[in-house]
C-alpha cells in the first residue's frame, strides 16, 4: 500500500468522512499483511474542520499557495532587517492579505456544504498567519495535511532579528522593500479576483433560482386560473343538473299521477264488461 496516497486521499475528504476512510484503509493493509503500513494509516489524525479548510485552500489554489509562501519567506526576513514603521506597515498588509484568504478558505469550504462559523473562520486565520510565519507549518499545509490549528509561532515573533534594527529618523522612514510590496499587491488582487468569481458564482447561481421561481411561479398561477375556470364550469354544471333534477322529479310526479288514473280507469272498464248493468260512478 502506497502510504503517501492514501494519507494524500485521506486529507482531501471532508472531516466527517477521515475516520472511515483511515479505518477502511487500515484494515485493507492488515489483510494484505502490510502491519506497517496499517500502523502508519490508523496513526493519521483526522483534521479539525480549519486544518481541513486551510488545507482545501492549498489543494484547490495551488499558485496562490505558492505565492503565500513566497509572500512569508520575504515576511519573515523583513521581520529580521525592516525598521518599527517598515514592520507596521507590513503587518497591515500581512492581515489584509490574510483576511482575504481566509475568506477564500472559508468560501471553498463552504462550497463542499461544510458550516463554517466565527470560531472557524478564526481558526483559519491563526492557521495562515502561522503558515506565514512558521516554514514547517508551512510545508505541511502546502501539501494539504495540516491536522489541528498550530499553537506555536502563530506570528512573527518566532522570528529572531539578524541584528537591532538601525534608529532612522522620522522624517525620511525607509520604504518598504519592492519585492515584498510587489508580492503583497500581487497576492491581494489575486484574492479579490478569487473573491469577485465566487460572488459572480453566487450571484449567477442565485438568479438561476429566480429564474426557477418565477417559472414556478407562473406554472402555479396558469394552473390555479385553468382550476378555477373548471370549478365554475363545474358549478354551472351543478346548478344545471340540479334544475334538471327538479324538472325531472315533477315529471315524475306527474307520470305518477295519471298512471294511477289511468288504473283506476282500467279497473272500471274492466268491471263495466263483466257486469254492464251495474252504475257507473258519478263523473265518469
Do not use: C
Not at 9 to 23: I, M, N, S
Not at 35 to 41: H, W
Not at 90 to 118: F, I, K, M, P, Y
Not at 174 to 185: I, T, V
Request: aromatic share 2%; net charge neutral; hydrophobic share 40%.
Amino acid at each position: 500500500m502506497d502510504v503517501e496516497e492514501v494519507a494524500d486521499e485521506l486529507y482531501g475528504l471532508k472531516p466527517t468522512e477521515f475516520v472511515a476512510a483511515r479505518d477502511a484503509y487500515a484494515a485493507e493493509a492488515r489483510k494484505a499483511g502490510d502491519k506497517e503500513a496499517a500502523k502508519v494509516v490508523s496513526a493519521l489524525r483526522r483534521p479539525t474542520v480549519a486544518a481541513w479548510a486551510a488545507n482545501l485552500l492549498a489543494r484547490r489554489r495551488p499558485e496562490e499557495a505558492r505565492r503565500f509562501l513566497e509572500i512569508g519567506e520575504t515576511l519573515r526576513e523583513a521581520h529580521r532587517t525592516l525598521d518599527a514603521e517598515q514592520l507596521s506597515a507590513a503587518s497591515r498588509q500581512r492581515n489584509q492579505l490574510v483576511g482575504a484568504l481566509t475568506r477564500t478558505a472559508a468560501g471553498l469550504a463552504r462550497d463542499e456544504g461544510q458550516t463554517v462559523g466565527d470560531t472557524v473562520l478564526h481558526e483559519i486565520d491563526q492557521t495562515l498567519r502561522s503558515v506565514l510565519a512558521d516554514p514547517e507549518t508551512a510545508e505541511t499545509w502546502v501539501r494539504g495535511r495540516l491536522v489541528r490549528v498550530p499553537e506555536a509561532a502563530v506570528d512573527f515573533t518566532a522570528v529572531a532579528p539578524a541584528s537591532p534594527p538601525a534608529r532612522r529618523k522620522r522624517a525620511a522612514p525607509s520604504a518598504p522593500e519592492p519585492r515584498q510590496d510587489r508580492a503583497l499587491a500581487r497576492a491581494r488582487a489575486k484574492a479579490a479576483e478569487d473573491e469577485v468569481r465566487r460572488r459572480e458564482q453566487e450571484l449567477a447561481e442565485a438568479r438561476t433560482a429566480r429564474r426557477s421561481a418565477e417559472a414556478h411561479e407562473t406554472a402555479a398561477t396558469d394552473r390555479l386560473a385553468a382550476l378555477e375556470h373548471e370549478l365554475a364550469q363545474a358549478r354551472g354544471a351543478a346548478h344545471e343538473a340540479k334544475a334538471a333534477t327538479a324538472s325531472a322529479g315533477k315529471a315524475v310526479k306527474g307520470a305518477e299521477a295519471a298512471l294511477a288514473k289511468a288504473r283506476r280507469a282500467a279497473e272500471l272498464a274492466a268491471r263495466e264488461a263483466r257486469n254492464p248493468d251495474l252504475e257507473k260512478p258519478e263523473g265518469t
